[in-house]
């Protein structure tokens, strides 16, 4: 299947050793490693259940690197290749999309941040795109996925679920769902945030994961990567989601609640490093809002993977019985345990803000 696909690209399937790849929930992806010379690619094939258009996130890539290419000729950007018939989005015979990019040679991807450096230059690296973009027509953007981080849809999902949910399945989760009605405050928050026009849409990550950011060898960061996502929307989410991933040593996948944890340290350097260039990008009602954005994405998570688990894990697929109610549980903690934090969060910010 993949021969066919590698050769619109004008490339020779016997040239390359074919690896899975990545750890996403959602696309798939491949390494095609050269056997013959040096240059390497990757390979995605686009989940189309989830992304309606694949087309859409080329159009918006090319817009925003042509863009980039013109106003930062030396910002490195992970462009989509086009095929030989010139198309940055291909379908096979069995109308599965791809895309195609250059594999940045010499780039290290981690998992878990292992310490502050990383967090770090993750956290500017995502800020820099969108302060580079600050002047970018948004405009002419495509939502590739409408309504992505719309907490108070999202919120509205899980209630229309919980009316239709299995018996036993709401049983099981009766603990998650009341944890999540106790902070229900912060879908006000958002609410609020949208309909008074508190902050402006940029040109936003929404998948800022510390492995959409590759490094070289001494964790500085080179670029980052992983681009379906990007379309207009509130820093919030960015911000929010390395929250959600870096601050704790453990991810989303830990069963073991008690490993669940908040590094200070880390959040500081979360802070420092979206600020060294988003510092004086950002309002002063945005840099109120910074401590609010891990409250909002931790939370629109345990929701997400809540309603999922309630809607038979049709979204995320489960690897065992109670996947995603583990995955809620364990986002629900990481919630608790930030909001404990949160007065000494917002000083910090305070700080980092004067
Ligand atoms: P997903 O998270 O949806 O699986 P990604 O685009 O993040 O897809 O790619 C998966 C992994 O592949 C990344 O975390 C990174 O390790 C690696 N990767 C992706 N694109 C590149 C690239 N252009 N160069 C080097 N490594 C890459
Ligand atoms: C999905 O594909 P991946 O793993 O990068 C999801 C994110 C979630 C994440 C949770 C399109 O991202 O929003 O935060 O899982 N992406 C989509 O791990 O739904
Ligand atoms: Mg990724």
């Given at each position: 299947?993949?021969?066919?696909?590698?050769?619109?690209?004008?490339?020779?399937?016997?040239?390359?050793?074919?690896?899975?790849?990545?750890?996403?929930?959602?696309?798939?992806?491949?390494?095609?490693?050269?056997?013959?010379?040096?240059?390497?690619?990757?390979?995605?094939?686009?989940?189309?259940?989830?992304?309606?258009?694949?087309?859409?996130?080329?159009?918006?890539?090319?817009?925003?690197?042509?863009?980039?290419?013109?106003?930062?000729?030396?910002?490195?950007?992970?462009?989509?290749?086009?095929?030989?018939?010139?198309?940055?989005?291909?379908?096979?015979?069995?109308?599965?999309?791809?895309?195609?990019?250059?594999?940045?040679?010499?780039?290290?991807?981690?998992?878990?941040?292992?310490?502050?450096?990383?967090?770090?230059?993750?956290?500017?690296?995502?800020?820099?795109?969108?302060?580079?973009?600050?002047?970018?027509?948004?405009?002419?953007?495509?939502?590739?996925?409408?309504?992505?981080?719309?907490?108070?849809?999202?919120?509205?999902?899980?209630?229309?679920?919980?009316?239709?949910?299995?018996?036993?399945?709401?049983?099981?989760?009766?603990?998650?769902?009341?944890?999540?009605?106790k902070n229900k405050d912060i879908v006000d928050t958002y609410d609020q945030i949208v309909t008074k026009k508190m902050i402006p849409l940029r040109v936003i990550h929404h998948d800022t994961k510390i492995n959409n950011v590759l490094f070289d060898d001494q964790y500085n960061g080179i670029c980052v990567i992983d681009l379906d996502t990007v379309m207009p929307g509130y820093f919030i989410s960015d911000?929010?989601?390395?929250?959600?991933?870096?601050?704790?040593?453990?991810?989303?996948?830990?069963?073991?609640?008690?490993?669940?944890?908040?590094?200070?340290?880390?959040?500081?350097?979360?802070?420092?490093?979206?600020?060294?260039?988003?510092?004086?990008?950002?309002?002063?009602?945005?840099?109120?809002?910074?401590?609010?954005?891990?409250?909002?994405?931790?939370?629109?998570?345990?929701?997400?993977?809540?309603?999922?688990?309630?809607?038979?894990?049709?979204?995320?697929?489960?690897?065992?019985?109670?996947?995603?109610?583990?995955?809620?549980?364990?986002?629900?903690?990481?919630?608790?345990?930030?909001?404990?934090?949160?007065?000494?969060?917002?000083?910090?910010?305070?700080?980092?803000?004067?």
């Open positions: 299947m993949l021969e066919k696909v590698i050769h619109k690209y004008g490339l020779q399937f016997q040239d390359f050793d074919i690896q899975n790849f990545g750890s996403g929930l959602i696309n798939k992806t491949w390494k095609l490693n050269a056997v013959i010379g040096e240059k390497s690619y990757v390979l995605q094939q686009i989940n189309k259940s989830v992304f309606k258009s694949p087309v859409q996130i080329s159009e918006n890539l090319n817009k925003i690197g042509n863009y980039l290419a013109k106003n930062h000729p030396n910002y490195l950007f992970v462009s989509s290749l086009p095929s030989k018939d010139n198309d940055f989005v291909i379908k096979d015979d069995e109308e599965e999309y791809y895309k195609l990019s250059n594999y940045i040679n010499g780039s290290i991807a981690v998992n878990t941040v292992m310490d502050k450096k990383a967090a770090y230059e993750a956290a500017r690296k995502f800020a820099e795109f969108t302060k580079l973009l600050v002047n970018f027509d948004i405009s002419k953007l495509n939502y590739p996925l409408p309504n992505f981080h719309n907490l108070t849809l999202r919120f509205i999902e899980l209630e229309n679920q919980l009316q239709v949910a299995d018996k036993d399945r709401l049983e099981k989760a009766l603990t998650v769902i009341h944890l999540v009605y911000v929010g989601d390395m929250m959600r991933t870096y601050l704790s040593p453990v991810d989303e996948e830990e069963q073991d609640l008690s490993k669940i944890e908040i590094r200070e340290g880390v959040f500081k350097a979360i802070v420092e490093g979206y600020f060294k260039e988003m510092g004086n990008v950002l309002s002063s009602t945005e840099k109120q809002l910074f401590v609010y954005a891990g409250k909002f994405l931790i939370y629109m998570q345990a929701v997400r993977f809540l309603t999922d688990y309630l809607n038979n894990d049709r979204y995320y697929g489960a690897k065992y019985e109670e996947h995603n109610l583990t995955r809620a549980k364990n986002q629900i903690t990481l919630l608790e345990k930030y909001n404990d934090l949160e007065h000494k969060f917002q000083s910090i910010v305070a700080d980092y803000s004067k």
